[in-house]
């Protein structure tokens, strides 16, 4: 089992704080329960204690059939929720507790689904298990970056560290956090070592993946289809997003604290109960007893906008509601969504191209081209689309991308249907971050093979801004189908120019990008002399300041 070697790290209560310790940590302790969502790996970590300590993991079903337990004086109880579930939850519970008491075993530990763990009444029905002592609850957190590369290379993976990037680059970090939604991604998106050709299509195929069982024992319990549950969790997550609430409530009580505006109410949806018992009981979301909440925030935005990208389409079940109104809804008087609704209304834009409107989409795209690029997916819209998302940018502000963080994903904009605007905005004269945002696009996104030329001419451009030159360099360096042949000729252009800063800082980012086995020594000779000639020229008083030239090249080495 792919995290079977992880010392979890978990949350416990003390004292009313939430500690982080390690699950090994809780040896000395009688009395365990772990709990985690679906695909959370509890069971694994279970397994992970037993092989440690020298016992055996058995079910509670299994036990309750009469396997025994507890032959080396601790008990490894999996899957509560699954031998309780049906009618008599509460007397199942009993019998296991009374079964427990009856045996010679001195120690136990009980895995449970977080959402089935009733906490108060399961306790005291455990207490005659456990002689009245204090019982631990547990809560499994989600995988660090460090536990997440383990898995992956326990997966196969021949480079974990790049494929986290990847995942990352893509937005696609939430699914990195549960082990089973990091095996799915590895294996139903990213099958045969290819990526998605697009982040709507990780999103998509991700999602769908999270809303199936994958649980054995389960597989063959009554419950709706993927696509209601997908439908059922677009809508609670748009209903949490657009409202601004925390969380979800499942409960007809009243929620805790006075704060009642933090919650929605499940019920309040109208939502087939069946179905929204079942989309709650997905990796897809995360909580325990009454409050819920998403997997992840990109999760829910990517699935809001789906709910209303196909409300505003209108189906066979729901009239259709009008794009003014529902813009309205996440918008606000500029007509652009307010920070913490940028990703719902980003993916409301890839979504509406989705489902067949693409005017709509363009409309979006109009008013918030930036929003779309940074929070949704550009790769998502046809030609018309992609060229309006390049021409909005920076409409408002030329200097856009300084309110972008890492997480932009501008390869999408990429295409050989884009070559033609691509040229143009390169060759404009006036600068702005658009100009960025191509060589970007070009370097994140898949290989555009007509633009070689045209940056092959900006690279060996001295009247070129610098910084323009070198990105063209790593584009060239980077994509080009016969890299060696594409860095070799470039040194050899580059050569035959006058020696100045530029041309050193050129050299040695084409450098820096090869492989070792690539570089030859007299290349690095020369450039290393040419530095040298440089720097006495400029301590003669000559104007060639060579201050950062090879910054790249020695990163590299």
């Given at each position: 089992?792919?995290?079977?070697?992880?010392d979890?790290?978990?949350a416990?209560?003390?004292?009313?704080?939430?500690v982080?310790?390690?699950?090994?940590?809780l040896?000395?302790?009688?009395?365990?329960?772990?709990?985690?969502?679906?695909g959370?790996?509890?069971?694994?970590?279970?397994?992970y204690?037993?092989?440690?300590e020298?016992?055996?993991?058995?079910?509670?079903?299994?036990v309750?059939?009469?396997s025994p337990?507890?032959?080396?004086?601790?008990?490894?109880?999996?899957?509560?929720d699954?031998?309780?579930?049906?009618d008599?939850g509460?007397?199942?519970?009993?019998?296991l507790?009374?079964?427990i008491s009856k045996?010679n075993?001195?120690?136990?530990?009980?895995?449970?689904?977080a959402?089935?763990?009733?906490?108060?009444?399961?306790?005291?029905?455990?207490?005659?298990?456990?002689?009245?002592?204090?019982?631990?609850?547990?809560?499994?957190?989600?995988?660090?970056?460090?536990?997440?590369?383990?898995?992956?290379?326990?997966?196969g993976?021949?480079?974990?560290?790049?494929?986290?990037?990847?995942?990352?680059?893509?937005?696609?970090?939430?699914?990195?956090?549960?082990?089973?939604?990091?095996?799915?991604?590895?294996?139903v998106?990213?099958s045969?070592?290819?990526?998605?050709?697009?982040?709507?299509?990780?999103?998509?195929?991700?999602?769908?993946?999270?809303?199936?069982?994958?649980?054995?024992?389960?597989?063959?319990?009554p419950?709706?289809?993927?696509?209601?549950?997908?439908?059922?969790?677009?809508?609670?997550?748009?209903?949490?997003?657009?409202?601004?609430?925390?969380v979800?409530?499942?409960s007809?009580?009243l929620?805790?604290?006075?704060?009642?505006n933090?919650y929605?109410?499940?019920?309040?949806l109208?939502?087939?109960?069946?179905?929204?018992?079942?989309?709650?009981?997905?990796?897809?979301?995360?909580?325990?007893?009454?409050?819920?909440?998403?997997?992840?925030?990109?999760?829910?935005?990517?699935?809001?906008?789906?709910?209303?990208?196909?409300?505003?389409?209108?189906?066979?079940?729901a009239p259709?509601?009008?794009?003014?109104?529902?813009?309205?809804?996440?918008?606000?008087?500029?007509?652009?969504?307010?920070?913490?609704?940028?990703g719902?209304?980003?993916?409301?834009?890839?979504?509406?191209q989705?489902?067949?409107?693409r005017?709509?989409?363009?409309r979006?795209?109009?008013?918030?081209?930036?929003?779309?690029?940074a929070?949704?997916?550009?790769?998502?819209?046809?030609?018309?689309?992609?060229?309006e998302?390049?021409?909005?940018?920076?409409?408002?502000?030329?200097?856009?991308?300084?309110?972008q963080?890492?997480a932009?994903?501008?390869?999408?904009?990429?295409?050989?249907?884009l070559?033609?605007?691509f040229?143009?905005i390169?060759?404009?004269?006036?600068?702005s971050h658009?100009?960025?945002?191509?060589?970007?696009?070009?370097?994140?996104?898949?290989?555009?093979?007509?633009?070689?030329?045209?940056?092959r001419?900006?690279?060996?451009?001295?009247a070129?801004p610098?910084?323009?030159?070198?990105?063209?360099?790593e584009?060239l360096a980077?994509?080009?189908?016969?890299?060696?042949?594409?860095?070799?000729?470039?040194?050899?252009?580059?050569?035959?120019?006058?020696?100045?800063?530029?041309?050193?800082?050129?050299?040695a980012?084409v450098?820096?990008?090869?492989?070792?086995?690539?570089?030859?020594?007299?290349?690095l000779h020369?450039?290393?002399?040419d530095?040298d000639?440089?720097?006495?020229?400029?301590?003669?008083g000559?104007?060639?300041?060579?201050t950062?030239?090879?910054?790249?090249?020695?990163?590299?080495?």
């Amino acid at each position: 089992m792919e995290n079977a070697h992880l010392d979890r790290r978990v949350a416990i209560q003390v004292q009313g704080e939430n500690v982080v310790q390690l699950l090994s940590q809780l040896r000395g302790e009688p009395y365990v329960v772990l709990l985690g969502e679906p695909g959370a790996g509890k069971s694994t970590a279970l397994e992970y204690e037993a092989i440690a300590e020298g016992g055996e993991i058995a079910t509670c079903r299994e036990v309750m059939n009469g396997s025994p337990i507890g032959e080396s004086g601790t008990a490894y109880l999996d899957a509560l929720d699954e031998y309780r579930s049906g009618d008599g939850g509460k007397d199942k519970l009993m019998r296991l507790a009374n079964a427990i008491s009856k045996s010679n075993i001195r120690r136990w530990r009980l895995t449970c689904r977080a959402e089935d763990w009733r906490t108060t009444a399961d306790i005291n029905a455990m207490r005659r298990a456990a002689n009245n002592e204090t019982i631990i609850v547990a809560h499994l957190l989600p995988l660090s970056d460090e536990e997440t590369q383990l898995v992956l290379a326990s997966l196969g993976e021949p480079d974990p560290e790049r494929f986290v990037g990847e995942a990352r680059n893509r937005g696609a970090g939430a699914f990195l956090e549960n082990p089973l939604s990091l095996r799915l991604l590895h294996s139903v998106v990213v099958s045969n070592g290819v990526w998605p050709t697009s982040r709507f299509d990780l999103f998509e195929k991700a999602t769908r993946a999270l809303a199936h069982e994958y649980d054995p024992e389960r597989e063959t319990d009554p419950r709706p289809g993927a696509d209601e549950i997908l439908s059922a969790a677009a809508a609670m997550s748009f209903y949490l997003l657009a409202s601004g609430a925390k969380v979800l409530w499942r409960s007809n009580a009243l929620p805790p604290g006075s704060t009642e505006n933090e919650y929605i109410a499940t019920h309040s949806l109208g939502l087939e109960p069946r179905v929204l018992e079942a989309a709650l009981d997905t990796p897809l979301f995360r909580g325990e007893r009454n409050t819920f909440a998403p997997l992840h925030r990109t999760v829910a935005e990517f699935l809001a906008g789906r709910f209303l990208a196909r409300r505003v389409v209108g189906t066979r079940e729901a009239p259709v509601f009008p794009l003014r109104r529902a813009t309205a809804l996440i918008t606000g008087s500029d007509q652009k969504a307010p920070s913490e609704l940028r990703g719902l209304y980003a993916w409301f834009a890839a979504h509406l191209q989705s489902e067949g409107d693409r005017v709509g989409a363009r409309r979006l795209i109009q008013h918030d081209a930036a929003t779309v690029l940074a929070y949704g997916d550009a790769a998502a819209f046809d030609t018309a689309g992609r060229r309006e998302v390049l021409y909005n940018l920076d409409r408002d502000d030329p200097y856009f991308l300084s309110s972008q963080d890492d997480a932009t994903v501008v390869g999408g904009l990429a295409g050989d249907d884009l070559v033609d605007d691509f040229k143009a905005i390169l060759d404009a004269e006036v600068r702005s971050h658009l100009q960025v945002t191509v060589l970007q696009a070009l370097a994140d996104g898949p290989p555009v093979e007509r633009m070689s030329e045209k940056l092959r001419e900006i690279v060996l451009d001295a009247a070129r801004p610098l910084w323009m030159r070198e990105r063209a360099a790593e584009v060239l360096a980077a994509k080009a189908s016969d890299r060696v042949g594409m860095q070799r000729g470039l040194l050899d252009d580059l050569a035959a120019m006058k020696v100045d800063r530029g041309q050193l800082a050129i050299r040695a980012r084409v450098l820096a990008s090869r492989s070792t086995p690539d570089v030859e020594f007299s290349d690095l000779h020369a450039l290393l002399e040419d530095f040298d000639s440089l720097s006495a020229k400029a301590r003669d008083g000559e104007d060639n300041d060579d201050t950062g030239s090879l910054v790249s090249l020695s990163i590299a080495i």
